[in-house]
């Protein structure tokens, strides 16, 4: 099946500091590609999506390419804040034989933002 | 907005007890999810459903079962808790296969003790 690796953590950073969080996939086919973030206590929120190679996914200031020659969904941000804080997720949607394409998760990556 | 809401957010069962964790959600979503999250594993699909009374099973479905009997509600059975199914139970929900985007709840963290 398909799979997400991506970088571990922590990490942490300095407010206003440049985020970079790597995720590369292993896929059969064209999966489409997401960004998932967990802030303290909460549930998982969806945070960008790629669905096609070259695809720019972006939201709250995060982007993120779908690059199919690197097999890779990096994830940027130009300047963070202290309500960055939280855990990244990277995912593919997974085909399986019955045609469902549930979601495969990576281990996640823990931003701490320091002011 | 889509809504998913788990009953539980905190439990704490004994081994071998039966356990029931319920999930509803309010947008006639088709799909539903049932994952386990670990600290250093990420999150584990169990089950999902595509379907009122259907069930596939995910990567991690061994001492698990499921029931979806209306189409809002999917609950996770643990026939007999044990220690190692101690963890955070994340549901989700899904529009369609062709739309794989998923709506999570808050969670469940289970313990068993």
């Known amino acids: 099946g398909n799979s997400v690796t991506q970088m571990e953590g922590p990490v942490t950073l300095s407010e206003e500091a440049f985020l970079t969080i790597n995720c590369t996939y292993t896929?059969?086919?064209?999966?489409?590609l997401f960004w998932y973030v967990q802030y303290p206590g909460e549930g998982l929120q969806l945070l960008l999506k790629?669905?096609?190679?070259?695809d720019k996914g972006s939201n709250k200031g995060f982007e993120a390419t779908y690059r199919k020659e690197t097999t890779s969904f990096h994830l940027e941000k130009g300047s963070v804040q202290v309500s960055d804080s939280a855990v990244y997720f990277c995912?593919?949607?997974?085909?399986?034989?019955?045609?469902?394409?549930?979601?495969?998760f990576g281990k996640g990556t823990r931003l701490s933002v320091i002011a | 907005d889509v809504k998913v809401t788990q009953s539980s957010r905190y439990l704490v069962k004994r081994t071998g007890e039966k356990v029931f964790l319920e999930c509803v959600q309010d947008?006639?979503?088709?799909?539903m999810f049932w994952y386990r999250q670990d600290p250093g594993l990420g999150l584990r699909l169990i089950y999902f459903?595509?379907?009122?009374?259907?069930?596939e099973k995910g990567d991690i479905p061994e001492g698990y079962s499921v029931s979806r009997e209306k189409k809002e509600r999917f609950s996770l059975i643990l026939e007999s808790a044990s220690t190692n199914q101690t963890s955070m139970y994340l549901c989700?929900?899904?529009?369609?296969?062709?739309?794989?985007?998923?709506?999570f709840g808050q969670g469940t963290r289970l313990t068993v003790v």
């Open positions: 989700a929900s899904s529009l369609y296969p062709a739309v794989p985007d998923a709506f």
């Open positions: 896929a059969t086919g064209y999966p489409s």
């Open positions: 790629a669905t096609k190679a070259d």
């Open positions: 995912a593919l949607s997974d085909p399986r034989n019955s045609g469902n394409t549930p979601l495969v």
């Open positions: 947008m006639d979503h088709e799909n």
């Open positions: 459903s595509y379907d009122v009374k259907m069930k």
